[in-house]
């Protein structure tokens, strides 16, 4: 066991991915001497190389559609788009080609395309570098959304997600980089499925779904709460598509309430989407309505006093759970 | 090319304010009172000067991430850009964009984009509308060496040659895009010839002397105004500082960082301007006095100036 940040998880999958797979190749800009946006690609280029670690222009549309190309014909890459809003650039790339090829070819393409991005807000760096697009990548037919919130579930889903046939996104957020987060990580190889949530908290109460890092908020809610003698559930999914309902359907039979937190602009969110499959398929465990706690249907404000009007937090939760019961 | 003094005198003036204004914010942002990310323009300055100094305040630009130096040759305030540093509403945007975003229509800012290459047929468009409505408006567009690189660059460049807008893209070619050397990432050595292949002019200037590049856009401009079309100047500098503050440079070679550190444009043009007898000693301490007065003014301006209403986060989206 070591006690690892979430750069260095992510580092130590990629590491352990091209080792394992030749096949496994990274373009992305500023990746040969920055190691990319934040060093979590540092090293891979002195080992595997300029043929398997490709520095490129800023040309995200050349990115995204030569990793198509490479991935058609045998390779496995990871295209490494610095900021969720740069995936506007490759929008044709991401929604006509990544995601469609393989359906429009009768199946006889296959696409194990790795795109990793940044997204979140916190950093006061203004709506071109904090938006997330989660509910618009959710909207995309055969894209693969994963979510890690904490440096272990970082590295055993990034190392699947690179093994996967199929597109996938992994996003991390920048409020997740700080070194104070740290896992103990094994020193024995692991993977963690798509598709399997995680309960990051026990309880009885409301179950509380959250992802990245709404998923810290509440665990902290969770603990102010506990001292009011409320107690809440909290459900990491891990992954928006997959999603893991059976996980969050057996929890709310359990409470009979569920709030959805997500960062993210309410209309059209992955938490909306999220909501209805459980109205669906679960309404009648549920005691109450369902809520979400989202941002507003904004853009990213940069000043920190807007961002964090913008952004939900404990006090959004607490107020909704306790309003709840 | 024979210029006014008080215009030569001006020049020097804008440029000693953008890079005071950057000492003092990269001082702010050190201690913590700016957040978010800046990047700053410092050793660029004779750049947007030279090419400002042919505008009028109806005349459009686009800005780049690295904005400061456009907006404050442009005509902007220190003391409104400081506050919208500082997330206040006195800033140009009421706290809502940031360093990256300053945009004031009131003087042809059209905006300032942090995804690299946005601004470029952003530019075009405003080009092309200055000539439906047949004014004699021109639209600079501000770009970097990467953004040289990027779909829309090209895509931007080509439909103002085939409308033939009165459309002018300054190319700031600083050797770097964040860690990467433009040489690695295009093959040519002059960003200018790029130009060729949409067949319009393109030149490469001196880019840290101020009146070279004063006079390669200055004749691009008469062009676009008399309806001949766009052009391309590639202004050749360096960034004296990181990609961001904070960015520990170590892409860049020591002896490379020296050579560029003697070719500031400042001191050059200073010297220039009391060699030439335009400006003496004393006179031009004296702007750079005045110039550090403002800038505190304006550090002033924004730590005074209220924060935003919470309920400010909901206005704005829609018109
Ligand atoms: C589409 C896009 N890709 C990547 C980035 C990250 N990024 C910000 S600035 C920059 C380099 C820009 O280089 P250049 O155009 O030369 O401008 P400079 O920073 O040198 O002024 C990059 C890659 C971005 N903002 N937008
Ligand atoms: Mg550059």
Redesign the pocket.
């Known amino acids: 066991m070591k006690e690892t940040t979430f750069l260095q998880a992510v580092n130590e999958a990629l590491f352990e991915e091209m080792e394992r797979d030749p096949n496994v190749i990274l373009l992305g800009?500023?990746v040969r001497i920055w190691g990319a946006p934040r060093g979590e690609f540092k090293g891979l280029f002195d080992k595997y190389g300029p043929e398997r670690v490709i520095d490129t222009p800023?040309s995200?549309t050349a990115i995204l559609g030569g990793a198509i190309g490479a991935a058609a014909t045998g390779m496995r890459p990871i295209a490494n788009i610095?900021?969720s809003s740069?995936l506007g650039?490759c929008g044709d790339e991401l929604i006509n080609h990544l995601t469609q090829t393989r359906y429009m070819s009768g199946g006889k393409i296959k696409l194990p395309v790795t795109i990793m991005s940044y997204f979140g807000a916190g950093f006061s760096a203004g709506a071109?570098?904090s938006s997330s697009l989660h509910g618009l990548l959710v909207s995309i037919p055969a894209l693969k959304v994963v979510v890690p919130s904490t440096p272990y579930d970082a590295k055993g889903l990034l190392k699947s997600a690179i093994r996967d046939d199929n597109p996938t996104i992994f996003l991390s957020h920048q409020m997740l980089m700080r070194r104070s987060l740290k896992d103990p990580i094994p020193d024995e190889e692991y993977t963690i499925p798509l598709g399997k949530a995680d309960v990051k908290r026990e309880g009885s109460d409301v179950t509380v779904v959250a992802t990245v890092l709404m998923v810290h908020r509440a665990l902290s809610a969770a603990e102010k709460l506990e001292e009011k003698g409320i107690s809440i559930e909290i459900i990491d999914p891990r992954t928006l598509v997959p999603l893991d309902k059976q996980a969050i359907i057996d929890s709310v039979k359990k409470t009979g309430r569920l709030v959805v937190m997500t960062e993210e602009p309410s209309t059209g969110s992955a938490a909306s989407t999220l909501s209805a499959i459980i109205a669906e398929e679960a309404f009648d465990f549920l005691d109450a309505p369902i809520k979400r706690i989202n941002a507003p249907d904004t853009p990213v404000p940069f000043s920190p006093i807007l961002e964090k009007v913008w952004m939900p937090d404990e006090e959004d939760l607490i107020a909704a759970v306790t309003e709840m019961i | 090319m024979e210029i006014a003094r008080e215009k030569l005198i001006d020049m020097y003036r804008v440029m000693v304010r953008i890079r005071a204004f950057e000492k003092k914010v990269s001082k702010e942002f050190a201690a913590g009172n700016i957040p978010g990310f800046l990047?700053l323009y410092t050793g660029?300055e004779a750049v947007a000067v030279g090419t400002c100094a042919n505008l009028s305040p109806d005349d459009y630009i686009t800005s780049?991430?690295?904005g400061h130096g456009h907006v404050i040759a442009k005509g902007g305030k220190t003391d409104r850009m400081m506050a919208e540093l500082y997330g206040k509403v006195a800033g140009y945007n009421k706290g809502k964009g940031g360093s990256m975003h300053i945009a004031d229509m009131g003087i042809g800012i059209i905006g300032a984009y942090?995804?690299?290459?946005?601004g470029i047929p952003i530019a075009v468009g405003a080009a092309l509308s200055a000539k439906l409505r047949k004014t004699d408006q021109v639209a600079i567009c501000f770009?970097?060496?990467?953004?040289?690189n990027?779909g829309r660059f090209h895509e931007g460049v080509n439909l103002a040659a085939c409308l033939n807008l009165p459309v002018i893209f300054i190319i700031?070619?600083?050797v770097?895009?964040?860690s990467?050397r433009?040489s690695d990432t295009c093959k040519l050595a002059n960003l200018a010839d790029r130009a060729c292949a949409y067949g319009i002019p393109g030149v490469t200037v001196e880019g840290n002397d101020v009146l070279a590049v004063y006079e390669a856009v200055g004749k691009a401009v008469a062009r676009a105004r008399k309806g001949q079309g766009p052009a391309l100047v590639e202004c050749k500098t360096y960034?004296l500082r990181g990609?961001f503050e904070g960015d520990m440079q170590t892409y860049k070679p020591p002896e490379e960082r020296e050579m560029w550190q003697k070719k500031d444009p400042i001191p050059r043009f200073r010297k220039y301007l009391i060699k030439k007898g335009v400006l003496a000693e004393k006179d031009a301490e004296r702007i750079d006095q005045e110039i550090d007065e403002e800038i505190e003014n304006a550090v002033k301006f924004a730590e005074e100036s209220p924060l935003p209403a919470p309920e400010e986060v909901l206005t704005d989206v829609s018109a």
Not at chain 2, 114 to 118: F, H, K, T, Y
């Open positions: 800009e500023d800023i995200e610095m900021y740069f650039v071109h570098h | 990047h660029e780049t991430h690295r942090g995804i690299v290459g946005s770009l970097g060496d990467g953004a040289t990027t700031e070619n600083n770097y895009a964040e990467t433009i960034r990609h």
